[in-house]
């Protein structure tokens, strides 16, 4: 089984996520004994999903919207994407409360997605450009680290699992 793991990523917290997500999906098939290849890698270095069986797809959102990269990718891949199980993780607010991610409109269409999950995010002011630092001064978005790697590993487990059920039944 191959799985991708695809992320679009300005200042790293999206991809350090994708990276969790891979290591723990390995983890979990490798105690499971089923046979597989986690490549997680970033959304701008691929342009197909070609060969894989299932694909976790993630992106940073700014502006309210995904990064290119990510958008490039599920346009122009949404034949196979509908073929294959793919989850979908956004890392966006940086506010934790629940009310603020509950409100926030999702930043990509994917009715074909199993999932979208959307993970606070991380905004660390000393590796910003300056318009963003305007934008987050003027927005008085807090300088924090929201990941929650618990969440993270949650639910690359419940990926996994699905995952070890299909091989288990194909
Ligand atoms: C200029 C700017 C705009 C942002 N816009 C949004 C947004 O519209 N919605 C959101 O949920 N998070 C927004 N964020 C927060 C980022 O998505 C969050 O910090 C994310 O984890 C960064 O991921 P990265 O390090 O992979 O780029 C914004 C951050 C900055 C600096």
Request: aromatic letters at 6%.
């Amino acid at each position: 089984m191959r799985i991708l793991v695809a992320t679009a990523s300005r200042h790293g917290a999206t991809r350090e996520i994708g990276r969790q997500i891979g290591s723990t999906i390995t983890e979990t098939l490798r105690a499971d004994g089923i046979d597989h290849q986690v490549d997680v890698v970033d959304a701008a270095d691929i342009d197909s999903i070609d060969g894989y069986d299932a694909a976790i797809i993630g992106s940073a959102v700014y502006f309210g919207r995904w990064l290119a990269s990510a958008r490039r990718l599920i346009g122009g891949a949404e034949h196979h994407l509908h073929a294959i199980p793919v989850w979908l993780f956004s890392s966006g607010p940086v506010d934790t409360d629940e009310s603020v991610r509950e409100s926030a409109r999702s930043p990509v269409t994917a009715p074909w997605a199993r999932e979208h999950r959307t993970f606070p995010g991380r905004l660390d002011r000393s590796s910003l450009g300056l318009f963003e630092k305007l934008v987050a001064a003027a927005l008085r978005v807090p300088d924090r680290d929201g990941r929650d790697p618990e969440a993270i590993d949650a639910w690359a487990r419940e990926i996994a699992a699905t995952l070890a059920t299909s091989a288990s039944t194909a």
